[in-house]
């Protein structure tokens, strides 16, 4: 038995659970956040046989893509005033563990 963790962009996560869903696969989902400027993610833990770990991954792949995003920083001046200035961030994607699981009890 395998648990998978996967922290994925709050855009992907519900797309992500529903495509796991559909695969058959349990799935906890919980808020979270983190990263660069403390953007919304979401945690999702899944538990499954090790025979069945990459198809997991395949769709968490498929389903949580990179892509671009301008935001507006703020840099503080000599005289106290502030200044935005765009940059440019990828967000989405996915940080996935797998871990091993000693013991599995569904109660």
Do not use: C
């Amino acid at each position: 038995m395998k648990l998978i963790i996967a922290i994925v962009h709050d855009e992907d996560a519900h797309a992500l659970v529903k495509q796991l869903t559909q695969a058959d696969f349990g799935v906890t989902k919980l808020a979270s956040t983190g990263g660069f400027l403390k953007s919304g993610n979401t945690t999702l833990i899944i538990g499954t046989p090790k025979e069945r770990v990459e198809s997991a991954l395949a769709i968490i792949e498929k389903t949580s893509q990179t892509r671009k995003e301008i935001t507006t920083t703020t840099s503080l001046l000599g005289d106290n005033s502030v200044m935005g200035m765009p940059l440019e961030i990828t967000v989405g994607g996915a940080t996935v563990f797998v871990v091993d699981v000693e013991k599995y009890i569904k109660m």
